[in-house]
């Protein structure tokens, strides 16, 4: 217990520290690396949880798929240089800190709003499913019944979403 | 497979299938129009079989909603992903029609602005099959994807025109605050999700009721987000900064699109949202109270400064939404009906109007100026008309459909309690006149600037029958109201009866994740 203990909080202040990296880095490709960082301990973290299969998929999907792109779109836009702050002056701080109250604010009435008991999972319960059905399974299989609905509207999204960015990208026909 | 339409189990394939058979339909039909462009994309003909295919499509899955309709067909068992119920099948024939308007007038703009965009039609299929998940979502994740579907494709659309700056404009304008909208209202979902331990929104009134939930801090943020995403999506003050600007930006007959189909699938999930999962909450009425108060008097009042058509048309139909969010507000029966009939008057002006628009100009009638109709009805009468008739249905003025449904939306609020709303209602309809009128006066009282002022005006064939159609019907309502009354009154029921809190309600089942 003590070790798991030791790792998450290793992981959760290398998560924090490099998101801080991440927003204050002048340079959009630090920033992105930076970013990278955060992903990696969010994974550990979802090891921690026991939640392995989410945990590989941050890495597939973000660390991976994602941030290629940003670097992508970082070098095409040719965004290397540093260029001036967004956040400007006084006003542009103090907004800055008056949506970070809000959002702290918000954290402390959710922890006062805790769900009641008689809606929360009977405790052991996902692990005794993880060992009925394994990881991937009990993530794949209601995605094909309860949420089948969802899941196919997903896959239209997705299509409408490609045409779309063909239509606005290509030149001529 | 023997069929019970009365009591379809939506677990079960087959009657899953057939109470998805419209949203099935359209998805074919946009899959064909997509297969046939990838072929035939060269030239207007192309252009125009695949409009014709899309109003085929359009047909067939309006056909399939009529006969779920007709069946009185209705879902039995635990409650499920989709609705089905006369709301449902209500919206999404007002959805299809207004799409196949929509593309109706779309074939000559197209090929007048030299548009050669053939996906233009799938998108619009798309778009309304969006809307339709949205009106039918009877889970916050079906009426999220619906949504996104619906906005991904609009987004598009507004830009469509890719020579135009403004067009551009709008595109990435509508594009990032609807994904800042969206965001609110997953956020919302989520908070929701959190406090009741479902997305179903009839067992998240269930919840409520069962759990006591009423003054839950995070179901009333969730809440709250939720109203905020919405009110982004249907322009109501203050999240309406947007609209002009997209609707400004956008090809004519898209811009008439989004204001009309697109709010009222927005209107459509907003009410089934508020009537079936937070029925018991009383904390949404003042909420609602006070968007509807402030989008009336702030839209009516910048709608007074505007000098361009197409620009008035964008805050009249803001202050449209502030007229409906009164019907929403008294959150009764009669309320409902009257949100429904007003829902389809509003579409048929306003698409009207818009199409009107169309005929006039070029370069995306931006310029179109008030003045510019000086003299319209010497020189074209019948278009005079029936932009006149818009302008007065607008307006409210008697014998059109406008007048009758702002009359119901007034009888819902008054015998509600809602005095105070019904008055500002009425102040703003006053306003109103002070921009409607003067397109009436400029067409009918001022002269002719010069003799070719409106040589350019064109409205083809289909979109004169268009335009001919929704002006007979606003005056056919106008005048006969009564049946399209009698199936709002009935839809609109179909929402309110779904959350009953009695004691027959299966409790509440979690999402438990039991493998089978």
């Known amino acids: ?173 | 497979m023997n069929l019970d339409f009365q009591a379809l189990d939506l677990s079960r394939t087959g009657d899953l299938l057939v109470a998805l058979a419209p949203e099935l339909v359209l998805t074919l039909a946009a899959l064909l129009v997509l297969l046939v462009v990838a072929w035939r994309h060269r030239t207007p003909e192309d252009l125009r079989l695949a409009g014709w295919l899309t109003l085929a499509g359009l047909g067939a899955a309006g056909f399939a909603a009529w006969f779920l309709w007709w069946q009185a067909a209705r879902a039995a068992g635990i409650p499920a992903m989709i609705a089905v119920d006369d709301f449902r099948f209500v919206a999404d024939w007002l959805f299809l029609g207004t799409t196949a308007l929509t593309v109706l007038v779309s074939f000559d703009y197209l090929e007048r602005e030299e548009l050669w965009v053939p996906e233009y039609f799938a998108l619009l299929l798309f778009a309304s099959l969006g809307m339709m998940l949205m009106a039918g979502a009877q889970d916050l994740m079906v009426l999220f994807l619906g949504l996104e579907l619906m906005s991904i494709a609009l987004y598009v659309l507004a830009g469509s025109s890719r020579r135009s700056a403004a067009g551009a404009e709008a595109a990435l304008k509508y594009f990032l605050l609807g994904a800042f909208a969206s965001g609110f209202l997953l956020y919302g979902i989520a908070l929701v999700y959190g406090a009741t331990a479902t997305t179903n929104l009839t067992l998240i009134g269930v919840q409520i009721a069962t759990l006591g939930l009423q003054h839950s801090a995070m179901l009333l943020i969730g809440l709250g987000l939720l109203l905020v995403g919405f009110g982004f999506k249907v322009a109501a003050v203050p999240f309406h900064m947007w609209a002009p600007d997209v609707y400004d930006g956008s090809p004519t007959p898209i811009a008439g699109y989004m204001a009309t189909a697109v709010k009222a699938a927005a209107f459509a999930a907003l009410f089934r949202v508020l009537g079936e999962a937070f029925a018991a909450v009383p904390a949404w009425h003042a909420i609602v109270w006070w968007l509807a108060v402030a989008t009336m008097v702030v839209g009516n009042l910048i709608a007074l400064a505007q000098r361009t058509l197409k620009r008035m048309l964008a805050y009249s139909s803001i202050a449209h939404a502030g007229y409906l969010l009164v019907a929403v507000a008294t959150g009764t029966g009669a309320g409902a009906a009257a949100f429904l009939f007003y829902l389809v008057a509003y579409t048929l002006m306003t698409l009207a109007a818009f199409a009107l628009l169309a005929a006039k100009g070029t370069n995306g009638e931006r310029d179109v100026r008030i003045d510019d109709l000086a003299g319209l009805a010497q020189r074209r009468p019948w278009l005079a008309l029936a932009l006149a008739v818009c302008m007065l249905s607008l307006l409210g003025f008697p014998v059109t459909a406008g007048f009758i449904g702002k009359w119901y939306i007034l009888v819902a609020a008054t015998s509600s309690g809602q005095v105070l709303l019904a008055a500002v209602l009425v102040l703003a309809s006053v306003i109103s006149a002070g921009y409607y009128l003067p397109v009436i006066m400029a067409m009918y009282m001022q002269p002719e600037p010069s003799a070719d002022a409106h040589a350019g005006m064109r409205l083809g064939r289909l979109g004169s029958a268009v335009v001919a159609a929704a002006v007979a019907g606003l005056l056919f309502l106008g005048v006969r109201p009564n049946r399209l009354l009698d199936i709002a009154r009935v839809s609109g029921a179909s929402v309110r009866a779904a959350p009953a809190v009695s004691s027959d309600v299966p409790p509440a089942p979690l999402r438990e994740p039991t493998g089978r």
């Open chain 1, 1 to 173: 217990m003590a070790g798991t203990l030791v790792l998450f909080w290793a992981f959760a202040g290398l998560a924090l520290a490099s998101a801080l990296g991440c927003i204050t880095r002048r340079s959009p490709v630090a920033s992105a690396l930076w970013l990278v960082v955060t992903l990696f301990a969010l994974a550990a973290l979802f090891v921690l949880l026991d939640a392995q299969f989410i945990a590989v998929l941050q890495l597939l999907v973000y660390a991976g798929a994602i941030m290629v792109l940003f670097l992508f779109v970082i070098m095409l836009l040719n965004l290397g240089h540093p260029g001036p702050m967004d956040v400007k002056g006084p006003v542009g701080v103090g907004t800055a800190f008056l949506l970070g109250g809000v959002l702290l604010f918000q954290l402390w009435i959710l922890r006062q709003a805790a769900p009641p008991a008689s809606i929360q999972l009977p405790p052991g319960s996902v692990a005794r499913l993880q060992q009925e059905q394994g990881l991937v399974g009990a993530v794949a299989r209601p995605l094909f019944d309860t949420y089948l609905i969802p899941f196919e509207i997903t896959s239209l999204l997705l299509l409408a979403a490609l045409v779309g960015a063909v239509v606005l990208a290509k030149r001529r026909l």
